[in-house]
Antibody, heavy 117, light 107 residues
Framework: QVQLAESGGGVVQPGRSLRLSCAAS????????MHWVRQAPGKGLEWVSV????????FYVDSVKGRFTISRDNSKNTLYLQMNSLGAEDTAMYYC??????????WGRGTLVTVSS | SYELTQPPSVSVSPGQTARITCSGD??????TYWLQRKSGQAPVVVIY???KRPSGIPERFSGSSSGTMATLTISGAQVEDEGDYYC??????????FGGGTKLTVL
């Protein structure tokens, strides 16, 4: 049974950093593309980043390029999102999502990031 | 940046047909996917590649795409179908883009 558990969210001041984690079970991260998707309060879903199954390709939405870095630790079967230079616009619930040929078929429960002074 | 446009809300009575649209300039060349999100639950893909229905999704859910518009149709909508529906596709770089979401009310 596939399970994804995000952690690492919290309240952070503007300009600071935060690292989100997503512990995967029931499958190996190496076998699937993995994404981060966020939802700001009262807003819709926004795709943030993807890492390909082989780990070679990483892509980001324009608004986070140069600030966010997606990575994974295969030994821990854990996905990460390093977020730097955070701003109020990054306040959102962040979800890690397993993808299979563009079908977002498993989602975590999310971790809330609040950027506020 | 590429955008997908959905109506903010759709409302139908139980048993009626609900149609949710998603428009985008690249849809003639790209697949559309539909996510259902019920309150407090993880999103579920109800349609993939324009019109395919995953196993376990009721037959009343169907999808179509023509030109720059994709449509999710729920034939005989039920109260349990209430929730937010998001279309998504990919942009010219091959990255996912979500529509703004449509709140479906069945009452």
């Amino acid at each position: 049974q596939v399970q994804l558990a995000e952690s690492g969210g919290g309240v952070v001041q503007p300009g600071r950093s935060l690292r989100l984690s997503c512990a995967a079970s029931g499958f190996t991260l190496r076998s699937r593309g993995m994404h981060w998707v966020r939802q700001a309060p009262g807003k819709g879903l926004e795709w943030v980043s993807v890492i390909s199954s082989d780990g070679r390709n990483k892509f980001y939405v324009d608004s986070v390029k140069g600030r966010f870095t997606i990575s994974r630790d295969n030994s821990k079967n854990t996905l990460y999102l390093q977020m730097n230079s955070l701003g109020a616009e990054d306040t959102a619930m962040y979800y890690c999502v397993q993808e299979s040929i563009w079908v977002f078929d498993h989602w975590g429960r999310g971790t809330l990031v609040t950027v506020s002074s | 940046s590429y955008e997908l446009t959905q109506p903010p809300s759709v409302s139908v009575s139980p048993g009626q047909t609900a149609r949710i649209t998603c428009s985008g300039d690249a849809l003639p060349k790209k697949y559309t996917y539909w996510l259902q999100r019920k309150s407090g639950q993880a999103p579920v893909v109800v349609i993939y590649e324009d019109s395919k229905r995953p196993s376990g999704i009721p037959e009343r859910f169907s999808g179509s795409s023509s030109g720059t518009m994709a449509t999710l149709t729920i034939s005989g909508a039920q109260v349990e179908d209430e929730g937010d529906y998001y279309c998504y596709s990919t942009d010219s770089s091959g990255n996912p883009v979500f529509g703004g979401g449509t709140k479906l009310t069945v009452l």
